[in-house]
């Protein structure tokens, strides 16, 4: 009765790999039936998932790659394993302080460009068709000025010129001019302001557009259900009828919060002062296009990576929860 058992058992076992076997054979014979029905799709598809691959997909994985050896451009990859990574989190305290530095631009300026270019959006979509297109060009006009920084160097310039410091001597809150751009206390905060500044951008266009197509049967539907005040309509009909624009928004404004690099550096300069404007995208710039070590460069990319994609997730996951 045991050897029965025993043998029983043995062919089970033998039929349930044939059995797996046999399910992932249907599924890739159903497989290639699908794409040969749907080939005219995929043929049209094929150029963007080509470039996609070639100018996005492949530089990712290769970035990954690299970050696992050390690479000078003159000479070929040689592996190293972990040792990138270990140097900037153990030995690099320049990159510790750009880290610190990201994380505390994107924790401010992510959040409160996002509600910013929301709210000013749904104000100006209250207004006429005229007004709402002069009011959105003055606003969206800063994100498109190439000469932006010119004008906040003039405003906090160190001399008794600059018109903050002219301001502030003139009513007697000071009595020497500060060095605004070059004081470690100041520089974050005032890159952080002008960050602010430029950032109604694409996310501030597209949520004006989403507001613009909001179907309005909906909201006649949600007053005959309920909703009694502009707040209400807002949390359970606009926003949830806005995800996809709020989604493209959100991965826009993380984007420009964690890769903040070029307004740094006009702005404080190149190092900045006791690194006290440095972020990781300066830092990487330092180590690519600078002194070319492009290992250590692509671990910072990939770092820089990591914090993105996850910050894309988390937000996702709250934007789910909106209307509920």
Request: charged share 15%; net charge neutral; with cysteine.
């Amino acid at each position: 009765m045991g050897n029965d058992h025993l043998a029983g058992v043995a062919v089970r076992e033998n039929e349930a790999p044939a059995s797996r076997i046999a399910t992932l054979r249907g599924r890739l014979v159903q497989l290639r039936g699908e794409m040969k029905r749907q080939r005219q799709g995929y043929v049209l598809l094929a150029p963007y998932f080509i470039l996609f691959f070639v100018f996005t997909a492949f530089p990712v994985l290769m970035a990954f790659g690299l970050s696992f050896t050390y690479f000078n451009v003159l000479e070929a990859p040689v592996w190293i394993g972990w040792d990138n990574y270990a140097n900037l989190f153990v030995k690099d305290e320049v990159f510790l302080i750009a880290l610190k530095n990201t994380l505390l631009f994107a924790a401010i300026t992510g959040p409160v460009s996002y509600i910013a270019c929301f709210f000013l959006a749904w104000l100006i979509n209250e207004l006429s068709p005229g007004i709402r297109a002069v009011v959105t060009l003055l606003f969206y006009a800063p994100s498109i000025s190439g000469n932006a920084y010119l004008i906040w160097q003039v405003a906090f310039s160190g001399d008794s010129f600059g018109y903050v410091n002219a301001f502030l001597m003139k009513w007697g809150f000071i009595l020497e001019p500060v060095q605004w751009l070059q004081d470690p206390k100041y520089m974050l905060a005032i890159v952080m302001l002008v960050q602010l500044w430029l950032s109604l951008g694409t996310a501030f266009l597209a949520f004006i557009a989403g507001l613009q197509g909001l179907d309005a049967t909906l909201i006649e539907a949600g007053a005959i259900d309920g909703i009694r005040n502009r707040w209400q309509e807002l949390w359970f009909i606009t926003l949830p009828s806005m995800r996809p624009m709020l989604m493209f928004g959100a991965v826009m404004q993380i984007t420009s919060s964690f890769a903040v690099a070029d307004v740094a550096t006009y702005m404080v300069g190149f190092p900045s002062p006791q690194y006290a404007g440095h972020t990781i995208v300066t830092h990487l710039k330092d180590f690519g296009s600078i002194r070319f070590e492009m290992g250590y460069a692509s671990a910072i990319a990939t770092v820089l990576f990591v914090m993105m994609l996850g910050s894309n997730l988390i937000v996702q996951k709250l934007l789910r929860k909106v209307g509920d």
